[in-house]
């Protein structure tokens, strides 16, 4: 009798191993919102000193990483992925010249919009929308920024202070 109890919780355990294993391979557990930086600051191995702003939805995580001095940064974007599955999933990062000088919009068809800055054409306003419904965004001209758009926004038109339009780099991806 004891030895039916112990051959059936191998078995139980054993197959809880199992789904485990299936599970993982299938590549359905992404990271959950609340460890996206510390994951990305460990796949990118980004220095733990580094600053972070981040733009978050349902569908999408962007996160801009950069030096004290604003001389360097990095970026991590994270998608959510359709189907059965939980959290959120790498989908583009590294290093880019245009983010540290200018904006760059990087732009995930279906999912949004990311724009990525250190700021340092001095952003403050962001307008999004036609002439019949604009939105405005307002953004910190001193800060870096990182915020999310939906993928039908519409134009997007920012500002300096002065009022003067700031060139936006976009980025395509194929997801």
């Known amino acids: 009798m004891k ?7 191998c078995g139980i355990v054993v197959m809880i191993l199992l789904a485990f294993l299936i599970i993982w391979q299938a590549d359905i557990l992404g990271v959950s919102a609340g460890r996206l930086e510390e994951d990305a600051r ?4 980004i220095d ?8 978050m939805n349902e569908d999408m995580c962007a996160m801009l990483f950069y030096d004290e001095d604003k001389d360097s ?14 959290g959120y999933f790498f989908g583009k990062g590294g290093t880019d010249a245009y983010m540290r000088d ?3 919009a990087v732009v ?36 870096p920024f990182a915020i999310i758009l939906p993928i039908d926004c519409g134009e997007i038109t920012m500002y300096d202070a002065q009022e003067s339009v700031v060139t936006l780099y976009d980025t395509y991806t194929g997801v």
């Open 73 to 86: 940064c990095a970026y991590s974007i994270y998608l959510t992925r359709e189907g059965f599955s939980f």
């Open 48 to 55: 733990s000193d580094w600053k972070v702003v981040q733009g």
């Open 108 to 143: 995930f068809e279906d999912m949004g919009i990311a724009l990525l800055s250190l700021n340092q054409d001095k952003v403050c306003k962001i307008v999004i929308g036609d002439e019949a419904e604009e939105n405005v965004i307002q953004v910190n001209p001193e800060e």
């Open 3 to 9: 030895l039916e109890k112990i051959s059936m919780l």
């Open 102 to 104: 200018n904006v760059e």
């Open 42 to 45: 460990e796949n990118q191995q």
